[in-house]
């Protein structure tokens, strides 16, 4: 019993940050956006984001954006479609020709990045936003 109980807690830590099946293999970027760490994964228009933080009763609302956020600045494409929950966020991207997705330092590097400022601009359907990421070892 006590091994099954074990086994149990060790499945259920394990899987905190485990990527899903269709991002096994593929190399995650920390990165803080707001209040909300993620581990970022992109595979060419798919993307997946992992919050890692303790935060008190989150709702998708208030996490969404800043998963967004993150995501567009690992990526350099567009979300366009968002889906998931407070702890694992999936989205498609469009990626546009001169998209450039941010340069990952080698090793493991965790970036925490400010939101400077966000521009809106609902005739033309696009949403700008102004980070500036500093990187920091982890």
Do not use: H
């Amino acid at each position: 019993m006590k091994t099954l109980l074990k086994l149990g807690i060790y499945l259920t830590l394990t899987a905190c940050n485990t990527p899903s099946l269709g991002f096994r293999g593929v190399a995650p970027v920390r990165i803080t956006a707001g209040q909300s760490t993620f581990d970022v994964r992109v595979d060419g228009n798919r993307a997946e984001a992992i919050r890692l933080n303790r935060e008190w009763a989150p709702r998708l609302e208030a996490v969404a954006p800043r998963a967004v956020v993150a995501i567009e600045k690992v990526s350099g494409c567009e979300v366009t479609k968002l889906g998931g929950d407070q702890a694992l966020i999936t989205a498609r991207l469009r990626c546009a020709g001169d998209a450039t997705p941010m340069t990952v330092a080698p090793g493991r590097i965790e970036y925490d990045c400010d939101i400077d400022d966000v521009y809106v601009n609902r005739s033309l359907a696009e949403r700008i936003a102004e980070m500036t990421c500093t990187p920091r070892p982890y």
